[in-house]
């Protein structure tokens, strides 16, 4: 069965401080692998693919199959950050995106 | 453009009602999904149209969830009679139908509580 674990419901870290965002993952093949996220009074959105191997507002995350992994990081928090993040993995694509099974997420909170 | 909308933002009912929620997607969008997330728990995935067809519903979680798209437009999920335990956030979303860099856009969900 598939499945995605977020082990931290809370991390709290100081603004400048680096971040981790747990994310590990259980699934009978090559998923794809994604971040949401989640601002206050927002929708859920698309923070980044694995497949894309992209940066977006300076996070990054790398697929560690080995440990069946995909940690989110950045080296410096702002406060902007400060939101639920949610890992998430869908089936490899056959044209188009999939259904998504997502982790139980993890609220950053970036303390200034 | 405008972006996935779903109505009611919030709904209160008591056990036993109906409710109904409904999704708009993006326009031209054929992909729709509805995903549910019950309080301390995961974001689950409850069904999947493809226009007008129900692609995939392993995720709804009985035979009191009935949903439907008609035309291939705005779906709408109802849920009779509800029960405690179907309290939660609904979250819909859509995609276009495409290659492998297709992005589902969420709406900002509709939060049932049933009391």
């Known amino acids: 069965a598939q499945r995605v674990t977020q082990p931290e419901k809370l991390l709290s870290v100081f603004k400048g401080a680096p971040v981790e965002l747990k994310c590990n993952y259980s699934y009978s093949g090559s998923p794809e692998l994604f971040w949401y996220v989640q601002y206050s009074r927002q929708r859920l959105q698309l923070l980044l693919r694995h497949i894309s191997r992209e940066s977006i507002k300076g996070f990054t995350a790398d697929l560690n199959k080995g440990e069946t992994s995909f940690h989110l990081k950045k080296p410096f928090a702002q406060e902007e950050d400060s939101a639920m993040y949610y890992c998430?993995?869908?089936?490899?694509?056959?044209?188009?995106?999939?259904?998504?099974?997502f982790g139980t997420g993890t609220k950053l909170q970036v303390i200034p | 453009e405008a972006g996935v909308t779903q109505f009611p933002s919030h709904s209160v009912i008591e056990k036993g009602q109906t409710v109904t929620l409904r999704c708009d997607p993006i326009s031209g969008h054929d992909n729709l999904y509805w995903y549910r997330r019950v309080m301390g728990k995961e974001i689950k995935f409850l069904l999947h149209?493809?226009?007008?067809?129900?692609?995939?519903e392993s995720g709804m979680p009985n035979n009191r969830f009935l949903a439907e798209r008609t035309g291939g437009t705005y779906s709408t999920l109802k849920v009779q009679p509800a029960e405690l335990e179907d309290s939660g956030v609904y979250f819909c979303?859509?995609?276009?139908?495409?290659?492998?860099?297709?992005?589902?856009?969420f709406g900002q969900g509709t939060r049932l509580t049933v009391v």
């Open positions: 149209f493809v226009k007008e067809s129900k692609q995939d």
């Open positions: 998430a993995l869908s089936p490899p694509r056959s044209g188009g995106y999939q259904k998504v099974t």
């Open positions: 979303a859509s995609s276009p139908l495409g290659g492998p860099n297709t992005e589902a856009f």
